[in-house]
């Protein structure tokens, strides 16, 4: 059973549509990573996540502990590509092919056709576990922010960085790779200038503490890395935010100059063959019922005027 809280900030802040039931029974096991890798031809498994291409779309498994499935991107090959099924169908498919109990699928908006679907349970107790958003995988981050309601997703980037926004109008956005194993630095766009203040406030949304030195010590460090500027720095954690040639990432000390230097990877790769659909002896048609109930995104004001919605119902 979903909390009330994580419940209605996946329905209201994130927009999503429902898959219609829990598709697998209570005794069945769900797919893990090497299932999916064994089951599909062609696939390029690295990590936490393994890649694989069918129907023109682009399908990334991701995990939190190198087996269990906690969420599927979804993501055209290119724009307008011809499908055999569409992106709710083939989530609905997915869902049942790896026994995800759980799944709730939330459309993207941009020019390609894409979704993430996850499965609630997990990422419900993925939340409640980690202390902050480098708690460990991404996942696991990606699960601490959905908790929090202050960031929502907005979208998937080619490379497969999730794009997210914040529910109010701050101008701060953020990138989060998916790719790695351990999740240790987030790239800050948007409109918002990163002073001290607004770093700090930003490192206290992400369950990363206050700035813990002073400008004395920051402008020490931000010599020795060779950066612009260095507004955000708690030795305790060793996190620090910094910018150098426009861009601003916030993370760990070696994960933020390897980003802002272009070398820290986080891209998801997927296989440039397709593959087919693993055989399944209780299929007897070549179409597949759609499973999913249809739901009008809501636009990033309306997801934000009922999330605020929300939290004041909350108080009352």
């Known amino acids: 059973m979903l909390k009330p809280r994580l419940q209605s900030l996946l329905r209201l802040a994130l927009a999503v549509s ?159 790779p998916m790719a790695p194993l351990k999740l240790t630095a987030l790239e800050v766009t948007g409109r918002q200038t990163m002073d001290e203040y607004a770093t700090e406030f930003l490192a206290r949304k992400l369950g990363l503490g206050s700035n813990t030195a002073n400008a004395t010590r920051r402008e020490a460090l931000r010599q020795q890395i060779n950066t612009t500027e260095l507004p955000y720095m708690n030795t305790k954690s060793n996190i620090i935010g910094s910018y150098h040639q426009r861009r601003f990432v916030i993370g760990k000390r070696t994960s933020v100059v390897h980003m802002l230097s272009n070398r820290y990877g986080g891209t998801l790769l997927f296989p440039s063959q397709s593959c087919d659909w693993p055989a399944d002896k209780n299929e007897t048609t070549e179409e597949v019922v759609e499973t999913v109930k249809e739901v009008k995104p809501l636009t990033p004001r309306e997801a934000r005027d009922k999330y605020l919605e929300f939290l004041r119902n909350l108080g009352s």
């Open 18 to 176: 429902l898959l219609s039931a829990p598709l697998a029974g209570p005794t069945a096991a769900a797919w893990g990573l090497s299932d999916a890798t064994q089951a599909f031809s062609s696939t390029n498994a690295v990590g936490n996540h393994v890649c694989l291409v069918h129907d023109n779309w682009q399908i990334a498994l991701l995990s939190h502990n190198k087996d269990e499935i906690g969420a599927v991107f979804i993501i055209e090959t290119k724009e307008d590509a011809a499908h055999n099924l569409g992106l709710h169908a083939i989530a609905g498919k997915l869902a049942e092919l790896i026994e995800m109990t759980s799944p709730v699928i939330q459309e993207m908006d941009g020019d390609k056709k894409a979704g993430i679907m996850i499965d609630a349970d997990i990422m419900e107790r993925l939340a409640d576990d980690a202390e902050n958003v480098f708690h460990n995988s991404p996942l696991e981050g990606m699960a601490y922010l959905l908790q929090d309601g202050y960031f929502y997703i907005n979208a998937i980037r080619p490379n497969g960085y999730l794009h997210w926004k914040t529910v109010k109008k701050s101008g701060v956005e953020l990138l989060m």
